[in-house]
Nanobody, 114 residues
């Protein structure tokens, strides 16, 4: 049974940091590219960053230089370190493969506000 469980979100002031965690099970984690996506109520779900099975990374222009994606192929977990957060980063964050192929998890809410 496939499970994607996101955690680590919260309310933070502009300029703050959060670290998101996505624990996975039931997938061939080490063999696939994993990604973080985010969605606001008024926008589609957008790709934030991805990391290939060998550790190569990609970032959306809006987060490059502030966010860092990483993975642990032993723990089957993918992380997103978010620094210098901005109000426009407010969204629900999800992990999935790239391209997505698994049922979406519940996501984790990130709110950036003073």
């Amino acid at each position: 049974q496939v499970q994607l469980v996101e955690s680590g979100g919260g309310l933070v002031q502009p300029g703050g940091s959060l670290r998101l965690t996505c624990a996975t099970s039931g997938i061939s984690f080490s063999a696939i590219t994993m990604a973080w996506y985010r969605q606001t109520p008024w926008e589609q779900r957008d790709l934030v960053a991805h990391v290939t099975r060998d550790g190569s990374t990609y970032y959306a222009d809006s987060v490059r230089g502030r966010f860092t994606i990483s993975r642990d192929n032993v723990k089957n977990t993918v992380y997103l370190q978010m620094n210098s957060l901005k109000p426009e980063d407010t969204a629900v964050y999800y992990c999935n493969a790239l391209p997505y192929r698994f049922v979406w998890g519940q996501g984790t809410q990130v709110s950036v506000s003073s």
